[in-house]
């Protein structure tokens, strides 16, 4: 039996945040945090997976204090138990760090079959991770998965290309990061909410796991954070018929520079 280790990420909820029209500076003082939206489908494939692997799915995140609640969250949809690297340093952390802690978490946890990651974070969308932790723990990966099935010891994935799908086969242990349209992710029953409460969390700290010289400090600065605003020039075209309008918006768009 191996297990599936599904990495998630705990981010602010973008319902929640406020843009300051004059300054476009983006205020997350009463943004609440959720599990990323692209994560919930990862941690779904991941119970899927688990189940033909036949082993167990297992969730893991790297994050500051307020990712323990994400931690009941991510167990109430399958994982049979979390684990969850704690350091202040995740809420600035880039995808080199973040790679860097949660590869070094899944060699602590052990074997497993599978490394399933999001394509992105709900975030920042950098792509990075998930290839990353393939890299680091020296796995294939396969990314822009939309559909994916586990026979023995082999993967088999459809991956999302630009103009075209492609069939990939893989031997496992690899990492695959997965698309949101793998599948549906159900939102818990009050069952599965309370069974989530009473699963096992294991905390690592930084000096828990085994790191090299350098892995702890990220290789990118954000210069600056900014929102966007939309200004509408609220053009109203009420004259003449219908056809006379019709040409009035193409003329419009044409002198915009859209058509």
Same mark, same amino acid.
């Given at each position: 039996?191996?297990?599936?280790?599904?990495?998630?990420?705990? *981010? /602010?909820?973008?319902?929640? !945040?406020?843009?300051? =029209?004059?300054?476009?500076?983006?205020?997350?003082? /009463?943004? #609440?945090?959720?599990?990323?939206d692209y994560?919930?489908?990862?941690?779904?494939?991941?119970r899927i997976?688990?189940?033909?692997?036949?082993?167990?799915?297992?969730?893991?995140?790297?994050?500051?204090?307020? $990712?323990?609640?994400?931690?009941?969250?991510?167990?109430?949809?399958?994982?049979?138990?979390?684990?969850?690297?704690?350091?202040?340093? $995740?809420?600035?952390?880039?995808?080199?760090?973040?790679?860097?802690? !949660?590869?070094?978490? +899944?060699? &602590?946890?052990?074997?497993?079959?599978?490394?399933?990651?999001?394509?992105?974070?709900?975030?920042?969308?950098?792509?990075?991770?998930? =290839?990353? +932790?393939?890299?680091?723990?020296? !796995?294939?990966?396969?990314?822009?998965? #939309?559909?994916? &099935?586990?026979?023995?010891?082999?993967?088999?994935? *459809?991956?999302?290309?630009?103009?075209?799908?492609?069939?990939?086969?893989?031997?496992?242990?690899?990492?695959?990061?997965?698309?949101?349209?793998?599948?549906?992710? =159900? +939102? =818990?029953? !009050? &069952?599965?909410?309370?069974?989530?409460? &009473? #699963?096992?969390?294991? %905390?690592? /700290?930084?000096?828990?796991? %085994?790191?090299?010289?350098?892995?702890?400090?990220?290789?990118?600065? *954000?210069?600056?954070?900014?929102?966007c605003s939309?200004?509408?020039?609220?053009?109203?075209?009420? %004259?003449?018929?219908?056809? %006379?309008?019709?040409?009035?918006?193409?003329?419009?768009?044409?002198?915009?520079?859209?058509?």
């Amino acid at each position: 039996m191996s297990n599936v280790i599904v990495c998630f990420k705990w *981010v /602010k909820a973008e319902d929640d !945040l406020r843009i300051d =029209p004059a300054t476009l500076a983006v205020d997350l003082s /009463k943004a #609440k945090g959720k599990i990323s939206d692209y994560d919930r489908n990862a941690i779904e494939a991941a119970r899927i997976a688990s189940e033909a692997a036949g082993g167990e799915a297992v969730a893991l995140t790297f994050g500051a204090g307020d $990712a323990k609640t994400a931690l009941k969250d991510a167990l109430s949809r399958g994982p049979k138990q979390a684990y969850w690297v704690n350091d202040a340093s $995740a809420e600035n952390a880039d995808g080199f760090v973040t790679a860097n802690m !949660l590869a070094a978490a +899944i060699r &602590k946890i052990g074997s497993c079959s599978l490394v399933v990651c999001a394509e992105g974070a709900a975030d920042t969308y950098a792509h990075q991770v998930g =290839p990353r +932790i393939g890299a680091l723990l020296d !796995l294939p990966v396969v990314s822009f998965v #939309k559909e994916m &099935k586990i026979e023995g010891n082999r993967l088999t994935a *459809v991956r999302k290309l630009e103009d075209s799908l492609e069939e990939v086969e893989v031997e496992l242990p690899a990492v695959v990061t997965v698309l949101p349209e793998i599948n549906p992710a =159900p +939102i =818990p029953g !009050l &069952k599965a909410v309370l069974d989530g409460g &009473k #699963k096992p969390v294991t %905390e690592f /700290k930084v000096q828990d796991l %085994e790191l090299e010289d350098g892995d702890t400090e990220r290789k990118t600065e *954000v210069v600056s954070f900014k929102g966007c605003s939309m200004s509408r020039k609220k053009v109203l075209i009420n %004259e003449g018929d219908a056809k %006379e309008k019709v040409n009035a918006l193409v003329a419009a768009l044409k002198k915009e520079g859209v058509l």
